[in-house]
């Protein structure tokens, strides 16, 4: 069995390059979907015979976006269009597009004008998750996804060949879980950056590779003699927390990540897909089940911040860290009540800012810094 | 022997030395911040003042922006701990504090040994900072020190947006070409950081005593625009500016005791 630190060092390259990995995808003779966050159903993708894979965006200043995206636009999306209009995404077949959003309403639309070249599969989550026709409505909105991925790839997706996906995908976000419970026993040696590595690498693996590649991880820290470690803890929030930079302030600081609601990171991975009487039926029954989270509308609006409540105190930290994604205005909605609720469950919280269009990250640094100090 | 706090600004830098008492030797603030001379400078004047030689300095601790950059320091600790400290020595009582710093503002709630409880800072956007204020006096053609005597005057502050100091640039450029009087532009502008302060202290819930910190606290038309937006009584210390150094130069000061007692 390979050591801790050269897992980690792997989970690290595929973080950092994805494009290598999409290079090998294609010259293997497979077809890559992309798929914008959050909850893109990709084990239709899977399904399909197709590698999807997760765009995060990246750091950059952007220059093409701005014809069809103004300043004011989620700071992750137009780096996303502006990566897509400079050709960085050139050897994907299609992207996936859940419109989650107000930005994702315009951003299809920019998205089918600044990249032509690369099919946009656009589908809508209903929010008003309650009402009895949401689900057929939800079904109907990933029949079409489905006929999409079909076109594409020539496959038919059968509802055998979906529901195995499906398992392999509950698979996947237990072996997640089953990392991040135990990543906690070893934080000497797992570092925020090198959790934060783990997660975005497993969103640019098939999902089996995934699953043997994270069990593999988890398996070899098991193997090492439990850290107690004597710092300050913090749970994360928030669409992204990156650049490394970021992350690297809170090892700095002796501050440890013992867990994270960052929908690039656990987010995705906390709700299994339900059984139900069809793989498209779990599919939409799985929009259902999410909780917490700034993309689905919730009634009971402490919800998210209860949820963050009771994450930090089970993982032993003191404070919820809002990584706040530059103009992200579902994350901005649900701040104000998710402090109220942490303050009331006696814990500390503070933001720190997000931005993919600057490396500048020294408030971070002051703010994180300020939190370790007192 | 001594301790020293320096505070390496965006836009100022300010340093306090300490005897071994904890009783302030010299204090001392140069206009311009990191990335110029002006560390350098104020940390010569300031030992000038007090009449000693780096070498008679056992420790010093450097805040504020530039804080990584000062050569020979012994350590460093964020801003925010370093005003909560210093407001909390000037000001005892004090549980909330407002700093509004060249380029970001500060709200933290503090205890009752100056130790940060909570606090907020905006986030990349120089609304409602010093550099807003600098900006808006330059449009006015005035110095940034005479926006508080003219907003006094005012009998109709203008409208001015917090949202944004590029937004609030064209404002003003538009409140001159139509004639309306300097004294209510600066009181619209001062209103308009109050504005946006004011909302960072909702965030972190306001208990008093407050106190601001700070160079900006020195203006007292933008003091009194802020004590309208929160409605509290807002002090302020003579020496606001010097809080981050003075922070900065009693953790140094504690840092030097705990050393010599641990090299007997």
């Not at chain 1, 003779?29 to 990709?42: D, H, L, N, R, S």
């Not at chain 1, 609720?341 to 931005?355: R, V």
């Not at chain 2, 701990?81 to 710093?101: E, F, M, N, V």
Request: hydrophobic share 40%.
């Amino acid at each position: 069995m390979a050591d801790v630190k050269s897992l980690l060092a792997q989970f690290e390259e595929i973080s950092k390059n994805p494009q290598k990995l999409v290079k090998e995808y294609v010259e293997a003779g497979e077809k890559v979907i992309a798929c914008f966050p959050i909850y893109t159903p990709q084990p239709l993708v899977t399904a399909a015979g197709m590698v999807p894979m997760g765009i995060w965006g990246g750091q950059c200043n952007p220059q093409l976006a701005g014809k069809y995206s103004p300043i004011f636009t989620c700071s992750l999306l137009r780096s996303c269009l502006e990566f897509g209009m400079t050709g960085v995404y050139k050897d994907v077949s299609a992207v996936v597009m859940p419109i989650i959003c107000d930005t994702f309403r315009g951003m299809n639309s920019a998205w089918r004008a600044g990249v032509p070249d690369i099919r946009s599969i656009t589908f809508i989550y209903p929010q008003n998750r309650k009402d009895p026709g949401a689900r057929d409505f939800l079904i109907e909105e990933l029949k079409a996804v489905r006929e999409a991925l079909e076109d594409i790839s020539g496959n038919t997706v059968t509802n055998e060949k979906l529901q195995t996906a499906i398992r392999l995908y509950n698979r996947k976000n237990a072996a997640m879980r089953a990392f991040c419970r135990t990543a906690n026993d070893h934080l000497d040696l797992v570092k925020p950056a090198d959790r934060h590595h783990v997660m975005k690498a497993v969103t640019f693996l098939k999902p089996e590779r995934a699953v043997e590649m994270v069990s593999e991880l988890t398996a070899a820290l098991n193997a090492e003699p439990v850290h107690r470690f004597a710092g300050k803890k913090v749970v994360l929030t928030g669409i992204t927390c990156e650049p490394d930079d970021i992350l690297g302030y809170f090892d700095q600081c002796g501050v440890a990540v013992v867990g994270d609601d960052l929908a690039q990171e656990s987010r995705q991975y906390r709700t299994d897909y339900p059984s139900a009487n069809s793989g498209m039926e779990s599919l939409a029954l799985h929009w259902f089940g999410v909780k917490g989270c700034s993309s689905a509308h919730d009634d009971n609006n402490t919800a998210r911040g209860d949820m963050l409540a009771a994450m930090a105190k089970e993982a032993g930290a003191d404070c919820v860290v809002l990584c706040m994604m530059r103009f992200c205005e579902i994350e901005e909605y649900d701040q104000p009540s998710v402090i109220t609720q942490l303050e009331k469950a006696g814990l500390m919280s503070f933001s720190i800012d997000i931005d993919q269009s600057t490396s500048d990250s020294g408030q971070a640094l002051t703010k994180i810094q300020a939190y370790a100090e007192n | 022997m001594f301790a020293a706090g320096i505070d390496i600004g965006s836009t100022a830098s300010k340093a306090v030395i300490l005897d071994g008492d904890g009783q302030v030797k010299a204090k001392a603030t140069v206009p311009i911040g990191t990335g110029t001379a002006g560390p350098e400078r104020v940390f010569g004047q300031v030992m000038e003042l007090a009449g000693i030689a780096r070498d008679d300095v056992a420790w010093i601790t450097a805040t504020g922006y530039g804080r990584f950059s000062f050569e020979g320091i012994n350590d460093q600790k964020s801003e925010l701990s370093c005003h909560a400290k210093g407001i909390s020595h000037l000001l005892p009582g004090t549980r909330t504090i407002i700093d509004i710093g060249g380029q970001d503002i500060k709200v933290m709630r503090i205890g009752d040994k100056g130790q940060l409880l909570n606090f907020v800072m905006n986030d990349k956007c120089a609304a409602g900072t010093g550099r807003f204020l600098d900006t808006m006096a330059k449009v006015l053609d005035v110095e940034v020190s005479a926006l508080s005597g003219l907003s006094f005057q005012a009998d109709e502050p203008a409208e001015i947006s917090s949202t944004c100091t590029v937004f609030a640039e064209s404002e003003v450029i538009s409140k001159l070409a139509a004639k309306i009087r300097l004294e209510n532009i600066a009181a619209g502008i001062h209103k308009s950081v109050a504005r946006r302060v004011a909302s960072l202290v909702q965030r972190v819930g306001i208990q008093p005593d407050v106190a601001m910190s700070g160079g900006v606290a020195l203006n007292s038309g933008l003091v009194r625009s802020l004590e309208e937006e929160v409605r509290c009584h807002i002090r302020v210390h003579e020496d606001c500016q010097l809080a981050g150094a003075l922070g900065a130069a009693l953790f140094a000061l504690h840092s030097m005791r705990n050393c010599e007692s641990y090299t007997g």
